[in-house]
């Protein structure tokens, strides 16, 4: 399974900075790409980062690109996404997801999440406001 590391409510104010990580148990993340993906108020749920398993790969949506960061450490089974520049529309749940390598790309996985993940965190809520 796939749990965010972040406990609490995340608040943080326009313009300001936030990093999300997810750690897997029972699975290894070597064999998966990931990604990270969003619902935000009254928006269709969307992938805005995603990253193959050896690193070399990534996605990023225009909304994000230049803003957000993902990255993923295979030793520790964990990966994160380190966002700035963050707007009020984008108050929203975030989910991390691992999908197989052989059943998908990073940018199928991000451009069409609608088939599903092997795994999916529950969600962390993300809160930009003043």
């Known amino acids: 399974q796939l749990k965010h590391v972040e406990s609490g409510e995340n608040l943080v104010q326009p313009g300001g900075s936030l990093r999300l990580s997810c750690a897997a148990s029972?699975?290894?993340?070597?064999?998966?790409?990931v990604g990270w993906f969003r619902q935000a108020r009254g928006k269709e749920f969307e992938g805005i980062a995603c990253i193959n398993s050896g690193k070399d790969t990534v996605y990023y949506a225009d909304s994000v690109k230049g803003r957000f960061t993902t990255t993923r450490d295979n030793d520790k089974n964990t990966m994160s996404l380190q966002m700035s520049g963050l707007m009020p529309n984008e108050t929203g749940v975030y989910y991390c997801?691992?999908?197989?390598?052989?059943?998908?790309?990073?940018?199928?996985?991000?451009?069409?999440?609608?088939?599903?993940?092997?795994?999916r965190s529950q969600g962390t809520q993300v809160t930009v406001s003043s």
């Open positions: 997801a691992a999908t197989h390598t052989h059943l998908t790309t990073v940018q199928k996985m991000c451009l069409d999440p609608s088939p599903g993940f092997n795994y």
């Open positions: 029972v699975f290894t993340l070597d064999y998966y790409t």
